[in-house]
């Protein structure tokens, strides 16, 4: 399994509050996604990561930002949680291998957050 | 813009028989890779079985095979001998071979959720 982990695995707070969550893998891989998973939608995209420091939105990016200071770690931020973000959020991974396209990706255990 | 279609929200088998389940996909592209994910009920998305779009020969995993038809745009995956283990939810996925862009980011299905009755 790859080394991904995700904390909080599980949030509650209320509206208006910031929330961070946060990838962690210990792959050194260099490309990092962060996804959203609700019920009749499947997996969205929100961000992605293409090395420190570079990152870009994905379909549906409003309300979230995200940041990427090490390789390692890849963190996803709402600055003010809404109704709308419960959701159970997943982080995943992949590498490029001398190709210069990102390989197949791999889920860490997901965070469900509530926001009442 | 690429989509992808599980036309079957839930489908049943009876343990050690064999399921299809379907997978349609759009894209204007002839470069790109294919995927199908396993949900169990503990959430992890676990990967079960890649396909390349150049290549012709169907991939496989052991109990688990893919039927590609590239110019029908399906995608359909196989389960043999179905075990109690197979239930989950089964998402199929997209992801684009070209540079840049997108980064290969996954394009995924609705989802059909697998009953295997013992």
């Known amino acids: 399994d790859a080394g991904i982990t995700q904390s909080p695995r599980h949030k509650v707070t209320e509206t208006g509050t910031p929330v961070t969550l946060r990838c962690h893998q210990t792959?050194?891989?260099?490309?990092m996604y962060w996804y959203r998973q609700d019920p009749g939608h499947g997996l969205r995209l929100i961000h992605y990561?293409?090395?420190?420091?570079?990152?870009d939105k994905g379909e549906v990016s409003d309300g979230y930002s995200v940041s990427r200071s090490k390789t390692e770690d890849f963190l996803l931020t709402l600055e003010s949680a809404t109704s709308s973000q419960t959701s159970v959020y997943f982080c995943?991974?992949?590498?490029?291998?001398?190709?210069?396209?990102?390989?197949?990706?791999?889920f860490g255990p997901g965070t469900r957050l509530t926001v009442l | 813009a690429q989509t992808v279609t599980q036309s079957q929200p839930e489908m049943s088998v009876q343990e050690a028989e064999t399921v299809t389940l379907s997978c349609t996909y759009d894209?204007?592209?002839?470069?790109?890779?294919l995927f199908w994910y396993k949900q169990p009920p503990s959430r992890q998305m676990i990967l079960v079985i890649r396909?390349?779009?150049?290549?012709?020969q169907n991939a496989t995993e052991n109990r688990f095979s893919v039927n590609f038809q590239k110019a029908a745009k399906s995608f359909s995956l196989k389960i043999s001998d179905s075990q109690l283990g197979d239930a989950a939810m089964y998402f199929c996925a997209y992801r684009s071979a070209r540079r840049g862009g997108s980064q290969g980011n996954l394009i995924f299905g609705k989802g059909t959720k697998l009953s295997v009755k013992p």
């Open positions: 894209t204007s592209e002839s470069d790109y890779y």
């Open positions: 990561s293409y090395g420190v420091k570079d990152t």
């Open positions: 995943a991974i992949s590498e490029s291998y001398g190709t210069g396209r990102p390989d197949t990706q791999y």
């Open positions: 792959e050194n891989h260099r490309y």
């Open positions: 396909q390349e779009a150049y290549k012709q």
